[in-house]
């Protein structure tokens, strides 16, 4: 887990800590002054030095072997985390992944790594641009918050998007955050060639998973106490504002926000020709929140496991979520209209 020269000594100290000992204890062993039970302990204790030893020179070559077989521009925590995913999670292809990204170029910041193809070159740049402008939106909205670095992966082929994609039940994908990963997966499409702000709208939406899901971990806690429209809503209202993106509001089928809080039902709510437009709907439900002054009230849901989520909603905006639901869809319908001359 540490870059250059930090590991290497302290493997060096290590060896010769235990050589050290090794040494001590050969020579109070060879003056053969101790009884037979403390003779087998020492032998005990020796071995088990050794064994430290060899084990230190093992991990150390090993190392080198792995972290020489990924670019240098990369931090080992980023190195580790896919090692232990093709160790642990893909033996069956052991490697595979490693050797893609090996034919990838590659840039990075303290923010964020990218690996995209050679003709993908301003892509990557923006890429790196546009994670600094959320991160420093999403401090200024939410909390202050520097998350971990994220890898983003472009992709050109869409055969090869999906081979390298976790399984997943959404259809039409462009683009996923892995959280296990720390991982931005995207397809760089022939629009986004000619339409530059949707690929920064993805990388805006995608990257505020990934500072939420770090900003709830700095906190001790996971997501899984957020309803999927929630987070998803907040992803997509600062994926749009990253661009400044403020869509004007169209009629849509409402569903209740209580059948969208499952990954499951999020799915299956955005499945191919569903009349219900769950990304659109939670974006102006956020929307709302902030048009309502209610801004920092989003802090205190995001952080909130202790209770039942609709329950500190409605503690926290002043009224229920089915009353929320009807609110902001009346008032956007309004609004609708009085653009139209309805």
């Not at 088990?48 to 080198?64: D, E, K, P, Q, R």
């Not at 081979?163 to 997966?185: C, D, G, M, R, W």
């Not at 600062?238 to 569903?255: D, E, M, T, W």
Request: hydrophobic share 40%; aromatic share 12%.
């Amino acid at each position: 887990m540490l870059n250059d020269i930090k590991g290497l000594l302290i493997g060096v100290l290590i060896l010769i800590l235990c050589f050290i000992v090794f040494c001590l204890g050969f020579i109070d062993l060879m003056k053969g002054n101790s009884s037979t039970e403390v003779k087998l302990k020492r032998r005990a204790s020796f071995f088990i030095i050794i064994l430290i030893a060899i084990s230190t020179v093992f991990f150390s070559v090993t190392n080198y072997v792995l972290d020489t077989s990924l670019s240098q521009s990369l931090s080992a925590r980023v190195k580790n985390q896919y090692y232990l995913e093709a160790l642990l999670v893909e033996k069956d292809r052991i490697f595979e992944k490693i050797s893609f990204l090996k034919t990838l170029e590659n840039k990075s910041d303290p923010a964020s790594f990218v690996f995209y193809e050679k003709p993908d070159d301003n892509f990557a740049l923006a890429a790196l641009v546009h994670i600094r402008k959320v991160q420093a939106y999403l401090n200024k909205v939410i909390d202050i918050h520097q998350p971990v670095p994220v890898t983003i992966i472009l992709y050109r082929n869409p055969l090869i998007f999906q081979k390298y994609l976790p399984f997943h039940s959404y259809e039409n994908l462009q683009a996923l955050y892995v959280p296990s990963e720390e991982t931005i997966h995207l397809l760089v499409t022939k629009q986004m060639d000619g339409d530059r702000e949707r690929f920064l709208e993805l990388i805006g939406h995608e990257y505020t998973h990934h500072w939420i899901v770090s900003y709830l971990s700095e906190n001790g806690m996971d997501n899984r106490h957020l309803p999927r429209w929630f987070e998803e809503g907040i992803a997509e209202y600062a994926g749009k504002q990253s661009v400044r993106k403020v869509p004007n509001f169209s009629p849509l089928n409402l569903i209740p926000f209580s059948r969208l809080d499952s990954v499951e039902e999020w799915a299956y709510e955005n499945r191919r020709n569903s009349p219900h437009l769950p990304y659109r709907q939670s974006y102006y439900a956020i929307d709302q929140l902030v048009r309502d002054g209610k801004e920092a009230k989003i802090k205190n849901l995001l952080l909130s496991n202790q209770e039942n989520f609709y329950k500190l909603f409605q503690k926290e905006t002043g009224m229920s979520v089915i009353e929320f639901e009807v609110r902001f869809l009346r008032d956007e319908m309004r609004l609708y209209r009085e653009i139209r001359g309805d």
